[in-house]
């Protein structure tokens, strides 16, 4: 049987990646001060959002996924398609409302963003590779939702909250955003866990939630999708390292779409875990 993969570009795969899962790519699309980019190099995206009056995101249109879907059915596939969380995007549920006029696509919502996607897109080749049904495919990419942890580290709070995509909860916000956020993306949504002030506090805090969430549990890899934040990725890798006993290479370090950076503003750091 064939199948053919799909994703959208939040997933932060490498031109290498593409190739090898031999992936389609559906864009989010960056606005720029009017002018909308469905690919743009990530860190010039972030250049160009210093200097913008407006920047936003749109999701692909429902018309585009009818047509990827189409286009790869009608060649005899059967389409798995894998997306970020729905508690931060519509993407998922667009997919989703487009896939029901097929038989045989599929769409999994990955209740994370950025590299935590490439770990269900990597599960998901291999499974191809290993020539499971399709539908065995689905239910294991589905059961790997409680597997993946998705923090954010929020420099600067403008960004979230303009956007919407922070929810106001426990009051950690109270209209300070000169504060340091820790956030965790829940299967419903992101949520404020913590508030700090300074860089050293804000990674410890990230450090003592990891530890509370992995308690008994084992870490298979850790990867940092990060908006030119040079300064917390240090301290992130080298505190992960000491308390974990855990090298983050540097493959798994990617400055993240802007899709995402967007929404988080420059400063932020996504740290994505995969347990076994």
Not at 26 to 36: H, K
Not at 48 to 70: C, H, I, W, Y
Not at 152 to 167: A, C, P, S
Not at 180 to 205: C, F, H, M, N, W
Request: charge should be negative; proline fraction near 2%.
């Amino acid at each position: 049987m064939k199948i053919k993969l799909v994703t959208d570009s939040t997933s932060d795969l490498t031109a290498e990646e593409i190739a090898k899962y031999d992936i389609e790519i559906l864009p989010v699309s960056a606005n720029i001060d009017g002018t909308q980019y469905d690919f743009i190099d990530n860190k010039e995206y972030i250049y160009k959002m210093r200097e913008a009056k407006n920047f936003s995101t749109s999701q692909p249109a429902v018309g585009l996924f009818l047509d990827v879907f189409k286009k790869w059915t009608d060649l005899g596939y059967t389409v798995i398609s894998i997306h970020i969380s729905s508690a931060i995007s519509g993407t998922y549920s667009t997919a989703y409302s487009a896939a029901q006029e097929f038989e045989n696509v599929y769409v999994i919502d990955s209740k994370t963003a950025s590299r935590g996607l490439k770990y269900f897109i990597d599960d998901c080749y291999n499974y191809v590779q290993e020539g499971k049904d399709p539908l065995e495919i689905v239910e294991l990419l589905n059961n790997k939702q409680e597997k993946v942890l998705t923090y954010v580290t929020i420099d600067k709070l403008d960004n979230l909250v303009k956007g919407g995509r922070l929810k106001k909860s426990a009051g950690l916000i109270g209209g300070l955003l000169n504060i340091k956020i820790l956030t965790k993306l829940y299967p419903e949504e992101l949520t404020a866990i913590d508030k700090v002030r300074g860089k050293k506090k804000l990674v410890q805090s990230l450090i003592e939630n990891i530890k509370k969430d992995t308690l008994g549990k084992k870490i298979r890899q850790i990867s940092l999708a990060d908006v030119l934040s040079d300064e917390y990725v240090k301290e992130i890798r080298e505190a992960i390292a000491e308390n974990f006993n855990y090298e983050i290479p540097n493959e798994n370090i990617h400055t993240t779409t802007p899709a995402i950076s967007t929404h988080t503003g420059e400063g932020a750091v996504g740290v994505l875990i995969e347990l076994d």
